[in-house]
């Protein structure tokens, strides 16, 4: 089993910071690829970022130079580092894991099979 828990989340103004974490506890020890999601209203899920057993990672071209994702192995934990936020950041954001999958950008839901509940960012002006 592969459990996902959130947590980090709150209200800024714009250019603050938060840092996500989740902490991720696989039984399976499969997981390869590990990445942040978010969800605004109304609007399909995104990937934010997200790294792999490589580890590779790849980020959403409007987060570059702003987020910044990282792991904890010893601690099972994934980090989102967010900087300089902006109200367009403002989402329910996730926390996912999948196995290895070829093909396909990093960045697509569909690769990741275990999601975590969600927490919340709000950016306000």
Not at 48 to 68: H, M, N, Q, W
Request: aromatic share 12%; with cysteine.
């Amino acid at each position: 089993q592969v459990q996902l828990v959130e947590s980090g989340g709150g209200s800024v103004q714009t250019g603050g910071s938060l840092r996500l974490s989740c902490v991720i506890s696989d039984s399976t020890n499969t997981m390869y690829h590990l990445g942040w999601f978010r969800q605004a209203p109304v609007k399909e899920r995104a990937g934010v970022a997200v790294i792999d057993g490589r580890p590779l990672t790849t980020y959403l071209e409007s987060v570059k130079g702003r987020f910044t994702i990282s792991q904890d192995k010893v601690k099972n934990i994934l980090y989102l580092q967010m900087n300089d936020l902006q109200p367009a950041d403002t989402a329910m954001y996730y926390c996912a894991a999948g196995p290895y999958y070829f093909g396909g950008s990093p960045l697509s839901p569909g690769r990741y099979k275990y999601w975590g509940q969600g927490i919340q960012v709000t950016v306000s002006s």
